[in-house]
């Protein structure tokens, strides 16, 4: 069965500088979350869609934006990297409406900024 | 808010026994999911098991099973015939058909 994809896997950026994250949804999944989940830390949330529109949003930085696009993939951009930055990023897709509430993870992408 | 409670930072036990991870929660919502997900050292998020909270029956998944305690707010996980795959992190979670607010999670070692 179709997973959810996640790239890349793994990311090295220096200070300051811009990291772009896809995720591809499990297909016919209409929503997407995103999660960061620092060493040794349990995930939190980010933000969410809902059929391309921001449907929640959590303890995202002012420099981090996302959106998801027309065939659902989504896309999390961030600026103006720092240290703190360093962590697991995850994207994850549901169905609610028809196939149940649990969201499935992707691998990740682990983020080092350096 | 909401919240999740877990109180084992870290369990371990031998290959074959049984072992419970602990999970308390609070929520003002009526209706809400529960779920437990495993991370192994690949650092995956997988889906273990989920239980509504409007059935009473307890969720099963062949060796994985909860005890969920509505009016407690609490939702264990009986792992049964605990294999060495089993080692991972276990973090519970609250939610369903919106975010996910995890618990801190609580290592757990088989030991061969």
């Known amino acids: 069965a179709a997973g959810v994809i996640q790239s890349p896997r793994h990311l090295i950026k220096e200070k300051r500088e811009t990291a772009t994250l896809k995720c591809y949804p499990i297909?016919?999944?209409?929503?997407v979350y995103w999660y960061q989940q620092g060493p040794g830390q349990d995930p939190q949330f980010l933000i969410s869609?809902?059929?391309?529109?921001?449907?929640d949003k959590g303890s995202i930085p002012d420099r981090f934006s996302a959106q998801q696009f027309s065939d659902y993939h989504s896309e999390l951009n961030m600026s103006s990297l720092e240290l703190g930055d360093s962590a697991l990023y995850f994207c994850?897709?549901?169905?609610?409406?028809?196939?149940?509430?649990?969201?499935?993870f992707g691998q990740g992408t682990r983020l080092t900024v350096v | 808010a909401q919240t999740v409670t877990q109180s084992q930072p870290e369990m371990s036990v031998q290959e074959a026994e049984t072992v419970t991870l602990s999970c308390t929660y609070d929520?003002?919502?009526?209706?809400?999911?529960l779920f437990w997900y495993k991370q192994p050292p690949s650092r995956q998020m997988i889906l273990v098991i989920r239980?509504?909270?409007?059935?009473?029956q307890n969720a099963t998944e062949n060796r994985f099973s909860v005890n969920f305690q509505k009016a407690a707010k609490s939702f264990s996980l009986k792992i049964s015939d605990s294999q060495l795959g089993d080692t991972a992190m276990y973090f519970c979670?609250?939610?369903?058909?919106?975010?996910?607010?995890f618990g801190t999670g609580t290592r757990l070692t088989i030991i061969p």
């Open positions: 994850a897709s549901s169905s609610p409406g028809t196939g149940g509430p649990e969201a499935f």
């Open positions: 297909p016919r999944h209409d929503t």
């Open positions: 869609f809902y059929e391309k529109m921001q449907s």
């Open positions: 929520t003002s919502e009526s209706n809400y999911y």
């Open positions: 239980q509504e909270a409007y059935k009473q």
């Open positions: 979670a609250l939610g369903g058909n919106e975010k996910l607010t």
